[in-house]
């Protein structure tokens, strides 16, 4: 479980568990698209140009 943080930016984070970016085969600097599904949920896409 992560916990949603707010930070002096006023900017709301999560920190996600590195066990979960290897095993979606991200790297630093991936760009990852943030989108809603039809229940509102968050849906996290690696943005593949």
Do not use: C, H, S
């Amino acid at each position: 479980m992560v916990k949603l943080q707010f930070d002096n930016n006023k900017q709301y984070k999560i920190t996600l568990p590195k066990a979960l970016i290897d095993a979606k085969g991200w790297i630093k600097g991936a760009e990852i698209k943030i989108e809603l599904d039809g229940q509102g949920n968050i849906v996290l896409k690696r943005n593949i140009q």
